[in-house]
């Protein structure tokens, strides 16, 4: 975390040396689309998930699908940072898990302990709220051997 903060800090310092004309919320709209690109880091890229990802209306929704055999490992697959609120602060998130082995679904909400939304085989519905700052949503497997399907919005 203290690498994306020294970055978005570089950021703010670059913009206000190359944009002296600005106003302060000019400024503070880079500064947030700094945060916003950074945020957008945390996320796995298509090419490193097991499953095929769908975002939805942002990289906070979505629907992701996948099929594991005796996985282990994290996949970051929706989620980010912002400075302000989005226009829906609720999102629902369905969560179907068939199969053997650990499997859990967390949100990762600022400094806050993770939440688990779904632990082992079964259907699980949750609402989540969206603060400002960064809301992440895992799925961390270990020897797991089955399908997951995600949905939030």
């Avoid at 688990?116 to 700052?133: M, R, V």
Wanted: hydrophobic share 40%; proline share 2%; aromatic share 12%.
């Amino acid at each position: 975390m203290a690498k994306i903060t020294a970055f978005l800090f570089v950021i703010l310092l670059l913009a206000g040396a190359l944009l002296p004309g600005c106003s302060k919320e000019e400024m503070l709209d880079v500064y947030g689309s700094a945060v916003s690109f950074a945020g957008n880091i945390g996320l796995d890229a298509e090419l490193f998930l097991e499953g095929d990802r769908e975002f939805g209306e942002d990289k906070y929704t979505g629907t992701y699908t996948a099929s594991y055999e005796d996985f282990t490992g994290t996949e970051h697959l929706f989620g980010g940072t912002m400075l302000e609120k989005r226009t829906r602060e609720y999102v629902k998130v369905t969560v179907t898990i068939e199969g053997k082995g650990g499997v859990r679904f967390i949100w990762m909400c600022g400094a806050d302990d993770p939440v688990t939304l779904a632990d082992g085989a079964g259907e699980f519905t949750q609402t989540a709220y969206l603060a400002p700052g960064s809301n992440y949503f895992n799925l961390e497997l270990e020897s797991f051997t089955g399908t997951v399907e995600i949905t939030i919005k």
